[in-house]
Nanobody, 118 residues
Framework: QVQLVESGGGLVQPGGSLRLSCAASGITFSNYYMSWYRQAPGKERELIAG????????NYTDSVKGRFTISRDNAKTMVYLQINSLKPEDTALYYC???????????WGQGTQVTVSV
C-alpha cells in the first residue's frame, strides 16, 4: 500500500519556525516527483514547491520564497519543508504529494496542520 505521512505541524507564534516531514512508503521513491502543498481555510490547495527524483526544484510559490525551503532525502524516502518567519497567513493544512514520473499515479498525504497565532 502507498502511504504518505506528514508530520511536524503545530501551533507556533509569528516569526517562529517549523520543519515538516513527509514519510513515503509503498512507492519507488526515486520514480516520483515529490511536492508540498497547502490549503488555507476557505482557499484552494496551493502548490508551494516540488522536487524531481534527481533533486531539482520544480517550483516555489513567490509568497513563501526565502522563508520556505524544500528538501529531499531519497535514502530515507523523506521530503521536508523548513518554514521560517511564519506569518498568520501561513496557517493552513500542509500536504505532501507524490506524482509518478509517468503521470499515471498521484498520492496525497492526510496533511499536517500549521497554525500561526499569538
Amino acid at each position: 500500500q502507498v502511504q504518505l505521512v506528514e508530520s511536524g505541524g503545530g501551533l507556533v507564534q509569528p516569526g517562529g519556525s517549523l520543519r515538516l516531514s513527509c514519510a513515503a512508503s509503498g512507492i519507488t521513491f526515486s520514480n516520483y516527483y515529490m511536492s508540498w502543498y497547502r490549503q488555507a481555510p476557505g482557499k484552494e490547495r496551493e502548490l508551494i514547491a516540488g522536487f524531481t527524483s534527481t533533486g531539482d526544484i520544480t517550483n516555489y510559490t513567490d509568497s513563501v520564497k526565502g522563508r520556505f525551503t524544500i528538501s529531499r532525502d531519497n535514502a530515507k524516502t523523506m521530503v521536508y519543508l523548513q518554514i521560517n518567519s511564519l506569518k498568520p497567513e501561513d496557517t493552513a493544512l500542509y500536504y505532501c504529494r507524490a506524482l509518478s514520473m509517468r503521470g499515471r499515479s498521484v498520492y496525497w498525504g492526510q496533511g499536517t496542520q500549521v497554525t500561526v497565532s499569538v
